[in-house]
């Protein structure tokens, strides 16, 4: 695994992937107006317009997130009605950090992509899931974090609760900074829209990138397969892979609450 790593670092194909993303994107000197045009318009709901006018204070980060972890999770949900758990921030415990995948037949069928980073799931709405070929990008809306204890919910979300319908956990398992430069790394990437990063899950292996686009919203970001030797375009995972990573269960088996047993585990 690491060495797969160190190697995708060094390549320059990986290279060329990173100057065409960047390429695609605005010059950063427009990113003030950009952020200045969304904070004047009336924004949809109340945590963008909070967001956007925080991200033009460059100290926000850390100080707003600290004060109030998983405010906006804990504020969407009501924990007398789903069965998804509340939200609150664990003691740091060892450094391996761990990601989750949960397919989501909400309103819209997507894939949830978290990444743990501070001691919450960075979280992605990814409509139509990952993919293993380097030329596709799929568009990822960022969402509100998610607590780590999200990453064993399996089950269904009661209809007309927020994100009702049926969760899977799709995939799982460890990621790390593709630079090796651990969550300092990770943590700079994310501030910079530029979040590269290895896998090391059931489905999901190998170097990607998460990129954020230059959009008003700040929502916007795409997820991309970097060339390494697991990037494969002929292999459509989603298509593949369609039951849970941790119960064999298929979308309509978690939806009726089967239980299906296994003498493995
Ligand atoms: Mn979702």
Known sequence: MATTRKRTVKRPVTKKRSAKTTSARKPSVKKAATKKASARRPAAK????????????????????????LAEYNRKRDFTRTKEPAG?????KG????????????SRLH????????GVMKSWAVPKGPSYDPKVRRLAMEVEDHPI????????????????GTVMLWDRGTYEAEDGGGPASLRRGYEKGDLK???????????????????????????IKHRDDT???DYDVTADETTSVVTDRTMEQIADGTRVWHSNR
């Open 197 to 223: 990063f290895v896998m090391h899950g059931t489905r999901l292996k190998g170097a990607w990138v998460l990129v954020r686009m230059n959009r008003p919203t700040g929502k916007e970001w795409l997820l």
């Open 88 to 92: 609150t921030v664990p003691k740091a």
């Open 46 to 69: 109340k945590s963008s317009a909070k967001k956007s006018s925080a991200k033009k204070s460059t100290t926000r980060t850390t100080s707003s997130r600290a004060t109030k972890p």
């Open 95 to 106: 450094s391996t950090l761990h990601f989750v995948v949960q397919k989501h037949a909400a």
């Open 111 to 118: 894939f949830d992509f978290r990444l743990e980073l501070d």
């Open 149 to 164: 204890s999200y990453n064993t919910f399996e089950g269904t979300i009661p209809a007309g609760e927020y994100g009702g």
């Open 231 to 233: 990037a494969d375009p």
